[in-house]
């Protein structure tokens, strides 16, 4: 069983574009919630995280919306560079478990 | 600043063979992560340590053992490999235990079981 869900699977958005990716979770327990960037051969690499006391964090051209009722949570890309083009993976954490979501793979064309 | 490697790059294992994956960090991070990733179920935890000495069990670790004799090290031994095992495997660490410390993660090995 999927702990967190992660849509859509693939995104195609035209560069300045806005990129929006979304996450879904069941487990309550959950209290920090990354978002995760991959390039192809390469490990995964911490964009940027929130935790549940908050609504939104933004850093630079990403931002996470969180919505704590819902259990859910999004990835906002503001004008979109084709080097954003990578696998994006959010997650949800409680002490020493982390549960991945599925991925999507963001393309941006110039 | 090498931060973690992980050794080998790829391998091609036949079924039943016994597997370390290597880990190494140099950033004396305390706590360390096992994870495998497969197409379509995104990155799954295998095994942690949050110090030298303490290992736990993840998501996932059935088939799976790990050690954490000191800081540095933190190898995945696979006892008799089954093709179900075949997966890209990254090595994670942070500098806190738990939640909240940000995981810096290996450059993966790809293993494929025969």
């Known amino acids: 069983q999927q702990q967190v869900k992660q849509s859509p699977q693939s995104l195609i958005v035209q560069k300045g574009g806005i990129s929006i990716i979304n996450c879904a979770y069941e487990n309550t327990a959950f209290d920090y919630f990354p978002w995760y960037q991959q390039f192809p051969g390469k490990g995964p690499a911490l964009l940027i995280a929130?935790?549940?006391?908050?609504s939104e964090k933004k850093e630079g051209r990403f931002t996470i919306s969180f919505n704590k009722s819902a259990k859910q949570f999004s990835l906002h890309i503001m004008d979109s560079q084709p080097g954003d083009s990578a696998t994006y993976f959010c997650a949800a954490a409680t002490g020493n478990q982390f549960y991945f979501g599925t991925g999507t793979s963001l393309t941006v064309i110039p | 600043i090498a931060g973690i490697t992980q050794a080998p790059t790829s391998q091609i294992l036949a079924a039943g063979r016994r597997m370390t994956l290597r880990c190494t960090q140099d950033m004396r991070h305390n706590a360390m992560y096992w994870y495998r990733q497969d197409l379509g179920l995104g990155l799954r935890l295998i095994h942690y340590s949050n110090t030298a000495g303490t290992t736990g069990k993840g998501e996932v670790p059935d088939g799976y053992s790990v050690s954490r004799a000191n800081t540095d090290d933190f190898p995945l031994t696979l006892a008799s490999a089954v093709p179900s095992q075949t997966s890209v495997y990254f090595c994670a660490s942070s500098g806190g235990q738990g939640a909240f410390h940000e995981q810096f993660f290996g450059p993966g090995t790809r293993l494929t079981v025969l």
């Open positions: 929130i935790r549940p006391d908050v």
